[in-house]
């Protein structure tokens, strides 16, 4: 049973470009999460993803953006960079839930640096 | 919204010695704290969590207790080794006011550092 998967692993660009980070949930998972970690911080949660609607997002500019596909695949699109957009982009998934908290499934994340 | 605090933000052992980690949390509304491990170069893995209606867990050497009324809920990890080092976070859990599904806030994190 493979688990979260997110390509590529690293990635640099310069400031002003746009990235596309992907994620595969974990089989039987049908919600998608993103999150930003930056260096010596917890995940600050960006948006969430379910039946291919963006369901909740936290404090992040329109900048971000992301989209998820009729497999449960996600990506998340990042506009305009900024250095400060340097970080460890993770996906969690988890089962879109029924009524009590679910838990989520964290992939290896893709870290990203602007110059 | 949910504001989570962790202390220490690093904590270093003897093999075989206990540790304990310490957070807080603010919004009543929480009621699931999931506890994650992060290895360098990877993304944080699930090792134990606690739901709002249960005041202790246990998993091995592995343990997370939560006070509610206090707001506050600790991992403790007995007989560590030095796999055991690692980053450690803390999450609290609350449903959205809008519905849909738990979005967790996490702590800073603690770097754990077993000492053979």
């Known amino acids: 049973d493979a688990g979260v998967t997110q390509s590529p692993t690293h990635l640099i660009k310069t400031r002003g470009q746009q990235v596309t980070l992907r994620c595969s949930p974990k089989?039987?998972?049908?919600?998608v999460s993103w999150y930003q970690q930056a260096l010596g911080q917890g995940p600050q949660f960006i948006f969430q993803y379910y039946e291919e609607e963006e369901r909740q997002r936290g404090n992040f500019p329109d900048r971000f953006s992301g989209h998820q596909f009729p497999n449960y695949s996600s990506e998340l699109n990042v506009n305009a960079l900024l250095l400060g957009d340097s970080a460890l982009y993770l996906c969690a998934s988890s089962f879109w839930p029924q009524g009590a908290p679910d838990t989520q499934y964290f992939g290896p994340g893709t870290r990203l640096t602007v110059l | 919204g949910e504001n989570v605090e962790q202390h220490p933000s690093t904590l270093s052992v003897q093999e075989g010695d206990s540790a304990v980690i310490k957070c807080t949390y603010s919004d009543s509304a929480s009621n699931y704290f999931p506890w994650y491990k992060q290895e360098l170069g990877k993304g944080p893995q699930l090792i134990i969590d606690i739901r709002s209606n249960v005041g202790e867990k246990k998993d091995q050497r592995i343990a997370v207790t939560l006070n509610k009324t206090a707001k506050h809920f600790s991992l403790h990890i007995t007989e560590t080794q030095p796999e055991d080092s690692a980053v450690y976070f803390c999450a609290a859990r609350a449903r959205f006011l809008s519905g849909g599904s738990y979005i967790p806030t996490f702590g800073r994190g603690t770097s754990l550092i077993v000492h053979p």
């Open positions: 089989s039987g998972h049908d919600t």
